[in-house]
C-alpha cells in the first residue's frame, strides 16, 4: 500500500494574509502574553523562594520560631540532606518541571520537620 502522495503547498493570495491592522493587534496581543507570562513568573518565584527562605529562617533564628534546631533528629536530618542531595535538576534548561520538583522538596522538607 503506497503512502499518500505529498500535498502541495497552497500559495496564499492577498486575500489570505491579514491586514497591517490585524499584524499589529496580533504584535500587541502577543506582547501582552509574554508580559503576562513574565508576571506569573516573577510571583511564582517569589512565593518558591519564601518557602525556601522560612525553612532556613528556622534554623538561623529559632527563637522567632520557638524552636530549637538542635532538636531535630538526626533521622530527619539524614532525609533532609538525603533530599536535598538527591534533587535532580537542571538549570541552564530553565524547565518548569524542576521548579515543581524544588517546590516539592520544600513542601517535603516542611513535613518532614512538621512530624
Known amino acids: ?10 500559495r496564499s493570495t492577498a486575500k489570505d494574509r491579514i491586514s497591517a491592522d490585524q499584524r499589529e493587534e496580533l504584535i500587541v496581543e502577543l506582547r501582552h502574553l509574554r508580559s503576562l507570562a513574565e508576571e506569573i513568573t516573577k510571583a511564582y518565584l517569589i512565593h518558591l523562594t519564601s518557602i525556601i527562605q522560612h525553612l532556613v529562617d528556622r534554623f538561623e533564628n ?13 533521622s530527619k536530618y539524614k532525609q533532609i540532606i538525603s533530599a536535598i542531595r538527591l534533587l535532580d535538576v537542571k538549570p541552564q534548561k530553565g524547565r518548569r518541571k524542576d521548579l515543581k520538583r524544588i517546590e516539592d522538596l520544600a513542601v517535603t522538607i516542611e513535613d518532614i520537620l512538621e512530624d
Do not use: F, G, L, Q
Open 1 to 10: 500500500m503506497n503512502p499518500d502522495p505529498p500535498r502541495r503547498k497552497r
Open 62 to 74: 529559632p527563637d522567632e520560631y520557638d524552636e530549637d534546631p538542635s532538636k531535630v533528629s538526626i
